[in-house]
Antibody
Framework: EVQLVESGGGLIQPGGSLRLSCVAS????????MHWVRQPPGKGLVWVST????????NYADSVRGRSTISSDTARNTIYLDVNRLTAGDTGIYYC????????????WGQGALVTVSA | DVVLTQSPLSSPVTLGQQASISCKSS???????????LSWFHQRPGQPPRLLIY???NRFSGVPDRFSGSGAGTDFTLEISRVEAEDVGVYHC?????????FGPGTKLEIK
């Protein structure tokens, strides 16, 4: 069974940093594209970042490019998202999402980690 | 960026009746592999989104055949025949043809 479990959320002051982790089970991340998607409170979904966990390919939304790093640890079967210089606009639930190997899209989602950026 | 527009944004339906949600794209979603990477997700309150439809019309594993997707070009539709109480929540369309991947604003389905 595919499972994705996020951790690392919480209350963070503006200007601070966060590291989100996503532990995968039921499959090996090294063979998949993995993504982070944010959902601001009461709002829609926003793609944040992508990594091909078996290689070095990464991509970022303009809103986080230059202050964010997505990475993978295949030995731990884990994906990470580091974001610096946080603002209130970074507030939301961060979902770890697996990309399908059969089509160019998302199939499985984690339960999400809530990040609140506030003084 | 590709902009996805959904309508209606809110849809009150009667149990057992059909619901239809439209998703329109600001540009063609045909990828270099010749396929259209348009998906639909269902999100219940307090839960993560769950994949329903991928590639415009393919039902994901375990999705009831009450759900169907269709469309071409820049116009796509999700139809739910015989709406059940468990179908309430928000429906999101998403395009993964272009980067950045983008989502529609969501359509809230509620029971009358």
């Amino acid at each position: 069974e595919v499972q994705l479990v996020e951790s690392g959320g919480g209350l963070i002051q503006p200007g601070g940093s966060l590291r989100l982790s996503c532990v995968a089970s039921g499959f090996t991340v090294s063979g998949y594209w993995m993504h982070w998607v944010r959902q601001p409170p009461g709002k829609g979904l926003v793609w944040v970042s992508t990594i091909y966990a078996g290689g070095s390919a990464t991509n970022y939304a303009d809103s986080v490019r230059g202050r964010s790093t997505i990475s993978s640890d295949t030995a731990r079967n884990t994906i990470y998202l580091d974001v610096n210089r946080l603002t209130a606009g970074d507030t939301g639930i961060y979902y770890c999402v697996r990309g399908s190997n059969e089509w160019r899209g998302f199939d499985y989602w984690g339960q999400g980690a809530l990040v609140t950026v506030s003084a | 960026d590709v902009v996805l527009t959904q309508s209606p944004l809110s849809s009150p339906v009667t149990l057992g009746q059909q619901a239809s949600i439209s998703c329109k794209s600001s540009q063609s979603l045909v990828y270099s592999d010749g396929r259209i990477h348009l998906s639909w997700f269902h999100q219940r309150p307090g839960q993560p989104p769950r994949l329903l439809i991928y590639g415009v019309s393919n039902r994901f594993s375990g999705v009831p055949d009450r759900f169907s997707g269709s469309g071409a070009g820049t116009d796509f539709t999700l139809e739910i025949s015989r709406v059940e109480a468990e179908d309430v929540g928000v429906y999101h369309c998403m395009q993964s043809t272009e980067v950045p991947h983008t989502f529609g604003p969501g359509t809230k389905l509620e029971i009358k």
